[in-house]
């Protein structure tokens, strides 16, 4: 079984930033990617960004430009720097990590409990 914790939400002003981080542990043998996703209230749970083992990154087409992500495959860790926030961006922020684990390297993919961003004046 693989647990992903999320961190380092708040409340941040408009034009502020924050760096989310995400931390993947259990029976890993590898992780292929890593993603971020967000849910705003009321709304579907969206595409912010992901990276892959290779470091080949993908972004939504709201957070180009502002937002960056990175990981550390030594440490399983994965992290969001988000930039010139905006009020749009309030929402509970969710990594997903998918890979291999356990004694027969089977599929994971699991989802952390979600840090909570609120950009606020």
């Known amino acids: 079984q693989v647990q992903v914790v999320e961190s380092g939400g708040g409340l941040v002003q408009p034009g502020g930033s924050l760096r989310l981080s995400c931390t993947a542990s259990g029976n890993i043998i590898s992780i292929n990617s890593m993603g971020w996703y967000r849910q705003a209230p009321g709304k579907e749970r969206e595409f912010v960004a992901s990276?892959?083992?290779?470091?080949?990154?993908v972004y939504a087409d709201s957070a180009k430009g502002r937002f960056t992500v990175s990981r550390d495959n030594a440490k399983n860790t994965s992290s969001l720097q988000m930039d010139s926030l905006n009020l749009e961006d309030t929402a509970v922020y969710y990594c997903n990590v998918r890979g291999r684990s356990g004694p027969r390297s089977s599929n994971f993919g699991s989802w952390g409990q979600g840090t909570q961003v609120t950009v606020s004046s």
């Open positions: 990276i892959s083992k290779d470091d080949n990154t």
